[in-house]
């Protein structure tokens, strides 16, 4: 009994000299380094790859040619894409362009080029989308897409 008093009075002296138990740091200060047993660093991000679009135009001369566009696809992120993402490509109004659902895998910091042709009466804006049908998990979805303006032939 009196160990159980005694144990009770220490820890009530404890808490009312300390105010209260010390709140464990939620990251670590620039100049705290690991040895800190209250330093808990943020988790290093998840690897994940990360698609993201580049369109470029090479204009053709002649009468009856059509332009010519690359798409560059790069993986920005920190692991290999798996293949079979869905790209499409062409103006900005839905179900027009052009589909590419054969799609090599991207070592993460990779690229591939797909070049289209584009026929001359389309709109001076086209856009291009990654992983369409969202199969690949990345670190950003929000730069799946992008738009530029057509070059148009040179008559």
């Known amino acids: 009994m009196h160990i159980q008093k005694l144990i009770v009075l220490t820890l009530s002296l404890v808490l009312s000299?300390?105010?209260?138990?010390?709140?464990?740091?939620?990251?670590?200060?620039?100049?705290?380094?690991?040895?800190?047993?209250?330093?808990?660093?943020?988790?290093?991000?998840?690897?994940?790859p990360d698609l993201v679009p580049k369109l470029s135009f090479a204009p053709v001369t002649g009468s009856n040619t059509d332009a010519a566009v690359t798409l560059r696809v790069e993986n920005q992120g920190t692991l290999e894409a798996p293949p079979g993402y869905v790209i499409t490509v062409g103006p900005p109004i839905f179900g027009a362009g052009q589909t590419i659902a054969d799609t090599p895998a991207l070592l993460a910091g990779g690229s591939t080029e797909f070049f289209i042709g584009l026929a001359r009466t389309l709109p001076l804006k086209i856009c291009a989308r990654v992983d369409v049908t969202d199969t690949v998990i990345e670190a950003d979805e929000g730069n799946n897409r992008v738009c530029a303006l057509n070059?148009?032939?040179?008559n």
């Open 17 to 48: 000299s300390a105010g209260a138990l010390p709140a464990l740091a939620d990251k670590c200060e620039p100049t705290q380094t690991g040895d800190d047993p209250n330093c808990f660093p943020d988790p290093l991000p998840e690897p994940l």
């Open 151 to 154: 070059a148009r032939p040179v």
